[in-house]
C-alpha cells in the first residue's frame, strides 16, 4: 500500500488567483497567501505522511509502503517483504536447513550424488551424453508417454481394433463406406417405423380406413407382393399436428413383370382412409404382384 499523497487545496495552488489575488486587499492578506500552503504542507507531514511512517500495524507499517530495489537471492518489493525474507533465510540456516535452490553444482562433492538420490524417472534422454540412449522396459510405454499423433496406422496391426476399443459415437457418417451398411447390418426398428397396417389388396379397387395417428409426423406407405417381403413401390407422406394424413396426395407404385412393360396402382391418401385403384395387369387379364399395403409412422 503506497502513502497518502499530499494534494494543495486549491489543488492549482498560488496560482489559482481566485484564492490568491494578484493584488492582496492588505498586508495581512498578502501573509496568508504566502502562509496558506505552507500550513497546507506542514499539516500533511505532521498529521499525514509522519503517522503512515511511524505505522506499525500488520501490511500498514512505513515500511510495507517504502519501496525496495530487486536484491539477488531475496524476494520482496518494499522494506518489510525483503527484510522479512532475509529473515526466514537466516533462521533457516540457524536451524541447520537449508534455502531452496542454494546448493549450486559448484557446491556438490564429487561423487556426492549416489543412484538412491535420483528421482526415479529424472534422468531423461537429454541429460546423458551422445553415445549413450535410454531403453524402454516391456510394459513401460503409457498413455501419457505417447505423443498427439504418434499412433500412425500402419502401427496399428491388421484386426486389432476390437468393438470394445470404439468409443460411444466414435465411428461418424464420414466413416462408413458408401454401400458399407446392409441390410443384415441394421437392427430391429433401427429407422424408428412402426408397422400400423398390413392389409391385402382387393382384385379392383378398394378403400382401406386408416386412424389418426397421434403424436406421429410421418407415414411411409409400400405396396409389396403378396407375401409381404418385395417392396414394389413406396413414398413417405406427412401428417398433421392431429396426425392425420395431408388429402389429395396421389402415387404410383411400378412394377415390371415378365409379361408387362410397366404393372401400377393409384394411390390416393385421404384424410381418413387410402384409396386404391385396379392393377394395370388385371385390367389387361393378367396377374398382378402388387397385392399387399403396409403402413409405417413415425
Known sequence: MAFTKMAFSPPDGLNNTSTYPATPASEAAARAQVQDPLDQLKTYI???LIPQLEATAEGQSGAHKIGSAEISGVTGENIYAQIENLKAQIDGVSQGAVPDASITNAKLAADAVETDNIK???????????????????????????ADGSVTADKIDTGAVTAGKIGIGAVTEDKI????????KLAQNALAWTLVLDEALNTGSGNISMANQAGKSEMLIQLRSSDGLAVYGSVTAPLNSEG??????????????????????????GTAQISYTSSRAETLGGSTNLKRICVFVR
Open 177 to 184: 463406406g458408401i454401400g458399407a451398411v446392409t441390410k443384415t
Open 46 to 48: 505532521n498529521e499525514t
Open 244 to 269: 392425420r394424413t395431408m388429402p389429395y396426395m396421389h402415387v404410383f407404385c411400378a412394377y415390371s413383370p415378365a409379361d408387362y412393360s410397366v404393372d401400377y396402382r393409384m394411390v390416393t391418401v
Open 120 to 146: 526415479n524417472g529424472a534422468v531423461t534422454q537429454e541429460k546423458l551424453s551422445d553415445d549413450i540412449e535410454l531403453g524402454v522396459e516391456d510394459g513401460a510405454v503409457t498413455t501419457a508417454k505417447l
